[in-house]
């Protein structure tokens, strides 16, 4: 079994294939084609790529587990008694006669004081960002890496990051504003059906179709969101294609495809979500000490870490299985050059020196 490095790659480019090298690629894509993995076979491989680059994985999962942990406690201990001392000046502003000198002096303290908190809490989140950006790009890039035979270091890994890392943002940031504007228009649909399943006068046949609906809108957040996860993946690996194209390209390339990609979204956010469930109320919970409760949210936050990585090379690989179909090839950004990654994992392999 031949591997091809990054100057057999360049030569092979250049020369372009033999004739005996495009009917083996061809010969190889029909069988691929013919043996598609499903969503089991994406959650098996994604577990064997972890297991493979195993010291990589090690180094994302710290460096994404460590400043998670430590922006975590950081947050709780520089937010929490400043929540406090604002709740028991929002009581005792109600204590005052309005117009009064303390009255005033506690309403300027109030907004002062949710100015500071809303300062600190944007600079938390920026931070959360970064490490979530940092991960999912360092993930995605060493699961592709991985998937299509290549090596890669951690020093390589961090200066591809930083040398690439604006095409992601800019995915995500019009990510998140999707992800605002059709949590908005879900709202009066949702509003719709609380309204009638609470209220004594609402029909039957109105609370089937407000329940339908809410149903369908669970549906489409769930292909919406494979198809945003997908773009985040192809604005990691292909170059010059991010933001509101990179979305684009996704959806295009999950036709064919979008039951596994919902079914793979729906796999994930059901693990995820008992576990933020579960965070919230360990943090409520006034019966664990200060220390129990940071101690097991800290161990939950390490699990949630952990999915959020194998969810990366999941979709990494649903994006590689998304490209079978086409035949497509991609270009992988390699810091100051590119080499082409064929679609089939493994191909380079199979050709000739």
């Given at each position: 079994m031949v591997s091809l490095g990054m100057g057999t790659e360049s030569k092979a480019r250049r020369s372009g294939p033999t004739k005996n090298a495009r009917a083996l690629l061809k010969e190889i894509r029909s069988m691929k084609l013919s043996d598609h993995l499903g969503v089991m076979g994406i959650l098996r491989e994604s577990f064997a790529i972890l297991k493979k680059n195993g010291m990589l994985t090690a180094s994302i999962t710290f460096l994404t587990i460590l400043p998670n942990t430590l922006l975590f406690l950081l947050h709780h201990f520089s937010v929490k008694q400043l929540v406090v001392d604002l709740v028991l000046k929002i009581m005792d502003v109600y204590q005052e006669a309005p117009g009064s000198p303390e009255y005033?002096?506690?309403?300027?303290?109030?907004?002062?004081?949710?100015?500071?908190?809303?300062?600190?809490?944007a600079i938390f989140k920026t931070a959360m960002w970064l490490v979530f950006l940092f991960s999912v790009t360092g993930t995605v890039y060493?699961?592709?890496?991985?998937?299509t035979g290549m090596s890669l270091t951690l020093k390589e890994l961090i200066l591809r990051i930083r040398?690439?890392?604006?095409?992601?943002?800019?995915?995500?940031?019009?990510?998140?504003?999707?992800?605002?504007?059709?949590?908005?228009?879900?709202?009066?649909?949702v509003g719709l059906f609380t309204m009638v399943s609470t209220g004594s006068s609402g029909s039957i046949a109105l609370s089937a179709f407000s329940l339908l609906l809410v149903l369908l809108l669970l549906l489409v957040s769930l292909y919406l969101s494979s198809v945003w996860i997908v773009g985040l993946v192809v604005s990691i690996i292909e170059d010059g294609c991010y933001g509101l194209e990179a979305i684009g390209k996704a959806e295009e390339l999950m036709k064919g495809s979008r039951l596994q990609g919902c079914v793979l979204t729906l796999l994930c956010v059901t693990?995820?979500?008992?576990?933020?469930?579960?965070?919230?109320s360990i943090i409520g919970?006034?019966?664990?000490?200060?220390?129990?409760?940071?101690?097991?949210?800290?161990?939950l936050m390490s699990i949630a870490c952990l999915l959020k990585i194998f969810g990366s090379t999941v979709f990494t690989l649903f994006y590689y299985q998304c490209n079978i179909i086409p035949g497509e090839k991609v270009e992988m950004k390699q810091g100051t050059g590119y080499i082409m990654i064929p679609s089939v994992p493994y191909v380079a392999e199979a050709l000739p020196c």
């Open positions: 005033m002096e506690l309403v300027e303290q109030i907004r002062r004081d949710i100015g500071i908190l809303m300062l600190k809490e060493a699961s592709a890496m991985t998937y040398a690439t890392w604006t095409g992601p943002a800019i995915t995500w940031f019009y990510v998140s504003l999707l992800i605002l504007g059709c949590s908005l228009l879900a709202l009066a649909p693990v995820l979500i008992p576990i933020s469930g579960i965070l919230g919970n006034t019966a664990f000490t200060e220390a129990t409760q940071l101690g097991i949210a800290s161990l």
